[in-house]
C-alpha cells in the first residue's frame, strides 16, 4: 500500500521543540525528493522545508535557523525537527512526496 503517515504533533509552549516525522511506505523512498508543507487555518498551504535524494536542503525564509529536515533512507522516514517554535507556526503540517503523495498531516499547537 502507497501511503505516507505523519507523526509528533502537539501543543507546545512558544519557544519549545517538536520533531515530527513522516513514514513512507510503497514507494522508492530513497529516490523521492520529500517536502513538509503546513496550512493554518484560513490560510493556503505552504512549502516549508524539502529533502532531495542527494541530501540537499531547501527552507522557507520563517523558518530558517529554526527548523530542520533530515532523512532516514534505510528507515523509509523524514523528520522535521522545529526549535524555537512561535505561534504563527501553528498549522496542519503535512508530508509530501515529489510524485504527489499527501499524508493525512499531524496538528502542531504553539501557544503564547
Known amino acids: 500500500q502507497v501511503h505516507v503517515v505523519e507523526s509528533g504533533g502537539g501543543l507546545v509552549q512558544a519557544g519549545e521543540s517538536l520533531r515530527l516525522s513522516c513514514a513512507a511506505s510503497?514507494?522508492?523512498?530513497?529516490?523521492?525528493?520529500m517536502d513538509w508543507y503546513r496550512q493554518a487555518p484560513g490560510k493556503q498551504r505552504e512549502l516549508v522545508a524539502f529533502i532531495t535524494t542527494g541530501g540537499s536542503t531547501n527552507y522557507k525564509d520563517s523558518v530558517k535557523g529554526r527548523f530542520t529536515i533530515s532523512r532516514d533512507n534505510a528507515k523509509n522516514t523524514v523528520y522535521l525537527q522545529m526549535n524555537s517554535l512561535k505561534p504563527e507556526d501553528t498549522a496542519v503540517y503535512y508530508c509530501h512526496t515529489a510524485t504527489g503523495l499527501w499524508g493525512r498531516g499531524t496538528q502542531v499547537t504553539v501557544s503564547s
Open positions: 510503497g514507494i522508492i523512498f530513497s529516490a523521492t525528493t
